[in-house]
């Protein structure tokens, strides 16, 4: 199934969920939009289906739990066969939006805003506030893709980077969304990222070597060798 298709079955199962998803859906005449974090809560069985056909079926979305001192965050955790591709196809950022485009539509969009009305893409839309569970989630989420942005920035061919999986914690909830903002940079700082990679172990090494926001680590398929930058803070904020 292409990401499109795929894209559209995954937006298909939310509003199929609701109201059972703490969403909700308002139908404009060129969008449908589901509310999954304004005026409606959302949860996780929605945003686990809204990763699920960002990626397009190229991977595995889990939920987990990371430790820190003596507290726990809960993670999300992916496991990409196809990061470059899942990178490109959703990913990227589009004037404040992230999805798998159908044309001049969404299939599958994001937008993050404060607002049902502050939506005026078409398409397939979910919709959720700055200071939502579905933002912090989708900010973890990012983990491996913009990784993949990095090597493929450092000169990495991408047909040479073949798998990714990634553990990032969902930052702790704010309403203020200054405060949500400090706590999500903090959340970033203590994602884990593995990338399984084609290449030259110099520049692997040197990526590693000049990454400084959380821990990376790029498995070289040439030498068996693995280059590693540890987290830079393990402070819970």
């Not at 969902?170 to 969304?177: E, G, I, Q, Y």
């Not at 090494?205 to 790029?218: D, G, P, Q, S, T």
Request: net charge negative; with cysteine.
């Amino acid at each position: 199934m292409d990401y499109t298709a795929f894209a559209l079955k995954k937006f298909e199962e939310i509003i199929a969920s609701i109201p059972a998803n703490n969403c909700a859906l308002q139908v404009a005449p060129n969008a449908r939009v589901v509310d999954a974090g304004i005026a409606e809560p959302g949860g996780w069985t929605s945003i686990q289906a809204l990763l699920e056909g960002l990626i397009g079926g190229r991977g595995i979305v889990h939920f987990g739990r990371q430790f820190y001192g003596g507290h726990q965050l809960p993670t999300v955790e992916m496991l990409l066969d196809a990061p470059v591709a899942a990178c490109r196809a959703a990913f990227s950022q589009k004037g404040g939006m992230i999805g798998v485009t159908n044309g001049e539509e969404y299939a599958l969009g994001v937008k993050i805003c404060d607002k049902r009305s502050d939506v005026r893409e078409a398409g397939n839309i979910v919709a959720a506030s700055e200071t939502s569970l579905l933002a912090a989630a989708l900010g973890a989420a990012r983990a491996v893709p913009d990784a993949v942005h990095t090597l493929l920035e450092s000169g990495v061919a991408e047909e040479d980077i073949l798998w990714g999986w990634s553990s990032a914690p969902v930052a702790l909830l704010c309403n203020d969304p200054a405060v949500m903002r400090e706590r999500m940079a903090d959340a970033k700082s203590k994602r884990i990222i593995s990338l399984w990679v084609r290449g030259d172990d110099a520049l692997l090494k040197r990526i590693v070597e000049e990454h400084h926001c959380c821990e990376l680590r790029l498995h070289s398929l040439a030498s068996a060798k693995t280059f590693v930058k540890p987290r830079v803070s393990m402070h819970l904020s």
